[in-house]
């Protein structure tokens, strides 16, 4: 289903190791990079957001970048 613009994840964790990804490769050239992950209730996958989390999402993102 693409009824999204953004990138659809399969799940959180995948989702966030592209982030990592996406982080380490435009830390130097990008101040805005994603910053956590959140459910589409849309297209029922995952995006990345370059808000930050807040909240039990924050401690939910922050368990993911350790991990
Ligand atoms: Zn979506």
Do not use: E
Not at 13 to 28: G, S
Not at 45 to 64: D, E, F, N, Y
Request: aromatic letters at 8%; a positive charge.
């Amino acid at each position: 289903m693409s009824l999204c613009t953004k990138i659809p994840y399969s799940n959180p964790r995948v989702a966030a190791m592209a982030m990592v990804a996406i982080a380490d490769k435009t830390a130097d050239t990008r101040p805005k990079v994603p910053r956590s992950v959140y459910h589409c209730a849309r297209c029922h996958s995952w995006h990345l957001s370059s808000q930050k989390p807040k909240g039990v999402a924050s401690r939910r993102w922050t368990m993911a970048f350790r991990t």
